[in-house]
């Protein structure tokens, strides 16, 4: 399976979003999104937007604070 | 004046802090129903308002605050409401939550505030001041405080409150949600700013200052202060305005969210502009989403309603032009 990882820190609403909805689409089924992000609001919203898609977050970890990572597994 | 400082620190001290915990933002509210078809941040802005509409009238009850108005600005809730849900979606957020992002240590939004208030200012009373005034002449007069949706559509006041509370009530608990990944749910959060800013207009009235939570006015009134060094203009609003950055920053350090962070130049520069459109936008819809779409239409104000109704249009209009018609083009 397919691994991705994208840096969408310091990026503004909706970019972090908008940037993850572009990175997932030439995924294939089962392949996973790392999204590297520093916004709590991204955070929050990349997170409804996988759930709402139909995808399984796998992991949510804070590797610093104030810094996640989000691996999402696409459906 | 030592109450006003401390009353309005206090208000803006808890709001700041419940918009960080509860990433309470309504460009993101009102940008994911489009955007993701999500409405958990709208469930939060929903309850905020049936909480506020409930306690804000009883208090008018008790004779603890008054409010209303009769005169319906239609034109200018238009186009005011429109621009400023434009203006959102390039700012990168609404002007309450550009304000406490700055407690987060986003100097984007820093910068969007920065404009915002400059430019409600050279609305309010500067050089664009002509175009917002073109904008008030269009009006309905609709008799002693009935500028209200009720009166709209014929209804007593209580009844129309309680057809909301009903109605709302039932499509919150029915609409399915998500649970957060870290924050405060829907629920807590709606349920916080609703009584924040309930609180809010009786902490401000007992300074003199008969209205609620506001960004617009205040915004404008700093900028005046700071150029003129006159008291006069110093109220509750301004103190309000001052808390909520450092309610967010208590909020996001306490719980290790606090980070400096600056996007791309080209980026903070679309945040400035942003920021200016709200600005300008604000004055002319005479308020802001906090203005309008929670404290005003806390009143039912109608006013307020329709330039809550273009906001939405707005932003999904500017979500539409700024970034999914860009994302569609790269396939």
Same mark, same amino acid.
């Given at each position: ?6 840096d ?9 979003l ?8 030439p ?24 759930e ?24 | 004046?030592? /109450? ?12 700041g802090?419940?918009?960080? *915990? ?6 993101t509210?009102?940008?994911d ?24 009238? @009883? @208090?008018? +009850? !008790?004779?603890?605050? =008054?409010?209303?108005n ?11 409401? !429109?621009?400023?849900g /434009?203006?959102?979606t ?16 986003? /100097? ?10 400059i ?7 500067? $050089?664009?001041? $002509? ?22 559509v014929?209804l ?5 409150i309680?057809?909301? /509370? ?16 870290? %924050?405060?749910?829907?629920e ?6 609703g ?20 960004? =617009? ?10 150029t ?16 909520? $950055? ?7 350090s ?7 962070r ?7 520069m679309?945040?400035a ?5 709200? %600005? ?36 999904w ?8 018609? $860009?994302?569609? +083009? *790269?396939?």
């Amino acid at each position: 399976m397919a691994e991705k990882t994208i840096d969408v820190c310091g990026e503004i609403c909706p970019d972090p979003l908008t940037l993850s909805m572009q990175a997932m689409k030439p995924l294939a089924t089962g392949d996973t999104l790392k999204v590297v992000l520093d916004s709590p609001n991204a955070l929050e919203t990349i997170t409804r937007w996988a759930e709402r898609a139909g995808h399984t977050i796998l992991t949510t970890t804070e590797p610093e604070p104030g810094q996640w990572e989000l691996t999402i597994e696409k459906a | 004046m030592s /109450v006003t400082i401390i009353f309005g620190l206090a208000v803006g001290i808890l709001f700041g802090y419940a918009l960080q *915990r509860g990433r309470f933002c309504m460009y993101t509210a009102f940008r994911d129903i489009y955007l993701i078809r999500d409405m958990t941040l709208l469930k939060a802005y929903v309850l905020a308002l049936l909480v506020q509409i409930l306690v804000v009238h @009883l @208090l008018g +009850e !008790f004779g603890l605050i =008054t409010f209303g108005n009769s005169t319906f600005f239609w034109l200018s809730a238009m186009v005011g409401g !429109f621009l400023f849900g /434009v203006g959102m979606t390039l700012a990168g957020g609404c002007s309450s939550s550009s304000f406490y992002r700055i407690g987060e240590g986003m /100097v984007g939004s820093f910068v969007a505030v920065l404009t915002f208030v400059i430019f409600a200012a050279a609305t309010q009373s500067g $050089p664009l001041q $002509p175009l917002a005034l073109a904008l008030y002449a269009y009006t309905v007069e609709m008799g002693q405080d009935s500028a209200t949706m009720a009166h709209a559509v014929g209804l007593d006041r209580w009844l129309f409150i309680s057809i909301l /509370v009903l109605v709302g009530g039932i499509w919150l608990l029915w609409a399915p949600a998500s649970r957060p990944a870290r %924050g405060w749910s829907w629920e807590t959060t709606g349920l916080a700013v609703g009584l924040i800013a309930a609180i809010a207009w009786i902490a401000s009235s007992y300074t003199g200052r008969n209205y609620g939570l506001s960004m =617009t006015g205040p915004s404008a009134a700093t900028l005046r202060y700071m150029t003129t060094a006159d008291p006069v203009h110093l109220d509750w609003g301004i103190f309000q305005l001052l808390g909520m $950055p450092i309610g967010a920053f208590l909020a996001a350090s306490w719980n290790k969210e606090f980070k400096w962070r600056a996007p791309q130049p080209q980026r903070i520069m679309r945040q400035a502009l942003g920021g200016a459109v709200m %600005g300008t936008a604000a004055v002319i819809a005479l308020g802001c989403n906090i203005g309008n779409s929670l404290t005003g239409m806390g009143i039912l104000s109608l006013s307020s309603f329709v330039a809550t109704l273009f906001l939405i249009l707005g932003t999904w209009s500017g979500t539409y032009w700024f970034f999914v018609r $860009p994302m569609r +083009e *790269r396939g």
